[in-house]
């Protein structure tokens, strides 16, 4: 499709896009070829609603793209910006793509204008080493990309963006994922690849709509074990984890105290026990006891417990190591057994090289 350029006619099929791409224009040069734009009579600037302004040199967002009062797409990709205004307070944007750009945590405004409107940001390729909370006042939104950046965590109010289908955090610097991310119940893609996660919180389980998860080149030595639950994952991504390159079989058992070693035979002899009998001390901390998951043991603990790995298969191609706890390293079954689910919805693609 032929889009308005300096030089473009007019065309029903074409006047709701203005291109200004790959032109390598300054921020003066593009305001003067915008404001004759707006001022040429035989153009109706209201009418456009795609803004193409990607690969050019602005250092700052001509202001003059704001007279276009209709916008719903605008596309500053590769410009070298390093100042983002509130484009929400003066057009109805839908997709604000920015990415490539050198935009700070400081080069964004401290609160943008509330819009329902938006629906996908892509700040992606820039210079933020914090999530932006500002982007949290957009509830509406579904597509969010923050990759390549220099982020550190992930906001623990991430679960305000009920809508979100598309997470990506991809090249970052994050070490770990709030439990938060678990309301996010309408995700369909989770891309957290490529930084320094040692691990995930077991509530992943609730991203039921969950089909991608790319979790390559992390710190990764097990996952949670919920996450076979995940009946709509197609794809896992793996590969450069030490879950692939070095599999862990036990872990230190440390001695129980005093506290624990009592406690556990409490459970395990059934010895009743009513307020007022034992410490309240003990009577708390007897509630809040684990049955030891081999199902050959009757054992209970508490705080002290033996973590194994176990070994799932996947479509009886792929092994993953998922993360479980005994009693005691006496109950660990044989490492090389294979837990088949027998699930006819596991995932399809389990990516570990």
Do not use: W
């Amino acid at each position: 499709m032929e889009n308005y350029t300096s030089d473009s006619s007019d065309s029903d099929s074409n006047n709701r896009v203005l291109d200004f791409g790959y032109q390598m224009l300054d921020t003066e040069t593009m305001d003067r070829h915008l404001d004759a734009f707006v001022n040429d009579e035989k153009k109706t600037a209201e009418q456009i609603e795609v803004a193409i302004l990607n690969n050019n040199q602005l250092n700052k967002v001509s202001e003059s793209i704001f007279k276009f009062s209709n916008l719903k797409t605008l596309d500053l990709s590769s410009n070298g910006l390093s100042i983002l205004p509130d484009v929400f307070r003066y057009c109805p944007i839908t997709t604000l793509i920015a990415k490539n750009n050198n935009l700070t945590n400081k080069s964004l405004p401290k609160t943008f204008t509330q819009s329902s409107k938006l629906r996908e940001m892509n700040l992606s390729g820039n210079q933020l080493t914090m999530f932006p909370e500002q982007l949290l006042d957009f509830p509406n939104m579904k597509y969010l990309y923050l990759g390549s950046n220099q982020i550190l965590n992930i906001s623990k109010n991430i679960g305000k963006l009920k809508n979100l289908q598309i997470l990506s955090l991809g090249g970052n610097e994050l070490k770990e994922v709030p439990i938060t991310l678990g309301q996010l119940h309408t995700l369909q893609a989770l891309v957290l690849c490529d930084n320094k996660i040692e691990s995930l919180p077991a509530n992943i389980a609730n991203l039921k709509q969950l089909k991608s998860l790319l979790l390559h080149k992390n710190c990764l030595r097990t996952l949670p074990p919920a996450i076979i639950g995940l009946k709509n994952l197609t794809e896992l991504s793996l590969r450069d984890n030490p879950l692939v390159v070095r599999f862990v079989s036990d872990m230190t058992y440390n001695p129980g105290s005093l506290l624990e070693l009592t406690a556990r035979t409490i459970k395990i002899q059934n010895v009743p026990v009513e307020p007022g009998d034992v410490p309240s001390s003990l009577l708390k901390y007897l509630k809040s006891g684990h049955r030891c998951v081999n199902p050959q043991c009757k054992g209970v603990f508490f705080d002290n417990r033996v973590e194994h790995i176990k070994f799932v298969d996947f479509c009886g191609k792929y092994r993953i190591p998922l993360l479980q706890y005994l009693c005691s390293s006496k109950c660990i079954e044989d490492r090389n057994e294979d837990v088949r689910p027998g699930r006819s919805y596991m995932m399809k693609k389990v990516l570990l090289g």
